[in-house]
């Protein structure tokens, strides 16, 4: 992974520089990846350890919190230690590596959430097939798939991104190593990279986007035409923190991604990635715990029965 040129590091610009803000950028940083990490992990650690969240949907569930485990890892330690050190730059490998996994994780999460569509497209749809369609062989390869599928996707634009030359300026407008800020830097012809970036983000985002649509298209559908009112807010239930979750994550990427050119300025785009890398893996345990009884309930009981060992 080695560029053609002179450029050895880059610089991250990040957000303005006033020293109220950096002061409030480490603290808020901070709290997020405590609180994402620690929320993700017990939300993981919970589904692995009871047996009544030993169900298809909370094995997706487990692999998607284990996934934003893994995105704010990516990108939110870099940005502390470059406010807290004030040393913005990153190496030209480190750069491309963290630019690879946050692709990476990223399509891994857009599959997952398609893949967690037909899973809740088959308990709704076709209940009385569901453990026969969703069985653990069939839910693993759809989890496998999505790794696979995510990894094969990304790795030609990573390649093409890092055999770019790059003569300078090495500044980066932006608080990680995204690819259209890279792009903008590199002296290289990059409209085919561009336009290969551009295919890939829209099959990936657009593809799983309509895969999920049309899985909900059915599912709202059925869930209407339940008469009892009891079960038909119990399945709204269901799904309401997987819509919430879809609504967010693909908003703010199609918002940054899918369109030819990067002709938008950059404040905008840097609160939109915001978005979609540090606070969507914040509240993701919070929409899957809060709004899901059977998680809260098993939450209490592991609670309680600390506390019960606690006091012996």
Known sequence: MENQTGVTEFILVGFPSAWWLKNFLVVTLLLT??????????????????????THMYFFLGNLSFLEILLTITIVPKMLSSILTERNTISFASCMTQSYFYFLLGTIDFLLLAVM??????????????GIIMNNKVCTRLVLGSWVGGFLSILYPT?????????????????????????KLSCSDTRLVELLNFIMSSVVLLGSLTFTTVSYTYIISTILRIPSSTEKQKAFTTCSSHLTVVVIIYGSTIFLYVRPSHK???????????LSCIVTPLLNPFIFSLRNEKVKEVFWDVFKKQKQGCRL
Do not use: Q
């Open 264 to 274: 938008l300025s950059s404040l905008p785009s840097k609160l939109a990635s915001v």
């Open 33 to 54: 990846f405590v609180i994402t990490v620690t929320g993700n992990l017990l939300l993981l650690i919970l589904m692995l350890s009871d047996h009544r969240l030993h």
């Open 159 to 183: 390649i093409s991104l890092t055999r770019l030359n790059f003569c300078g300026p090495n500044t980066i407008d932006h608080f990680f190593c995204d690819s259209w800020p890279l792009l």
């Open 117 to 130: 569509s037909f899973d809740r497209y088959e308990a709704i749809c076709n209940p009385l097939r569901y």
